[in-house]
T-cell receptor, first 111, second 113 residues
Framework: GIQVEQSPPDLILQEGANSTLRCNFS?????LQWFHQNPWGQLINLFY???GTKQNGRLSATTVATERYSLLYISSSQTTDSGVYFC?????????????FGEGTQLTVNP | NAGVTQTPKFQVLKTGQSMTLQCAQD?????MSWYRQDPGMGLRLIHY???????DQGEVPNGYNVSRSTTEDFPLRLLSAAPSQTSVYFC????????????FGNGTRLTVT
């Protein structure tokens, strides 16, 4: 099946810093989504982005499907951005059925 | 709208016991799914449903059953709990199938002793 690799596995920032999280995938995808899991365990959908670029406030995401990667940018980070960021893809093999998740990037933003 | 509601939030079972994790959504979403989250392994799909009366297996279906009698509800049954099923379970739904943003419930933390 499709493989999803996220980097870096851990990231520690000072409040106000910018960061880039990366998601690489091993095959063509129909669908790619980014999620944030906050310290209380809640999973929030950030972006549905199979291709192109989207922005939502301080967060933006870019997917280059032909090169099999996606990037999540966090600008002017805040302590509330802490948590785990997951990338999930719908591979062509399992089209219509499931998202395959990466192992996530643990982000800690210190005041 | 309540979104995706999971109950209970916490549960402790003894090996061999059975139980049902409840999931309900009020967004008229066709697609519903169950994931388990284990440390260092991300989220893995257990079962999913693309509509009422239709279910299928995901990546790790053994030891679990599901049914989808209504659009709103998608319960997950543990037939005979094992310590390996200790995990956090998430229910998720989306409108129009997997090709739409996925919305998660708040999770059920299950411990099997």
């Amino acid at each position: 099946g499709i493989q999803v690799e996220q980097s870096p596995p851990d990231l520690i920032l000072q409040e106000g810093a910018n960061s880039t999280l990366r998601c690489n995938f091993s095959d063509s995808v129909n669908n790619l989504q980014w999620f944030h899991q906050n310290p209380w365990g809640q999973l929030i959908n950030l972006f549905y982005i199979p291709s192109g670029t989207k922005q939502n406030g301080r967060l933006s995401a870019t997917t280059v499907a032909t090169e099999r990667y996606s990037l999540l940018y966090i600008s002017s980070s805040q302590t509330t951005d802490s948590g785990v960021y997951f990338c999930a893809v719908e591979g062509r093999e399992t089209s219509g059925s499931r998202l395959t998740f990466g192992e996530g990037t643990q982000l800690t933003v210190n005041p | 709208n309540a979104g995706v509601t999971q109950t209970p939030k916490f549960q402790v079972l003894k090996t061999g016991q059975s139980m049902t994790l409840q999931c309900a959504q009020d967004m008229n979403h066709e697609y519903m799914s169950w994931y388990r989250q284990d440390p260092g392994m991300g989220l893995r799909l257990i079962h999913y449903s693309v509509g009422a009366g239709i279910t299928d297996q995901g990546e790790v279906p053994n030891g679990y059953n599901v049914s989808r009698s209504t659009t709103e509800d998608f319960p997950l049954r543990l037939l005979s709990a094992a310590p390996s099923q200790t995990s956090v379970y998430f229910c998720a739904s989306s409108y129009g199938g997997i090709h739409s943003p996925l919305h998660f419930g708040n999770g059920t933390r299950l411990t099997v002793t």
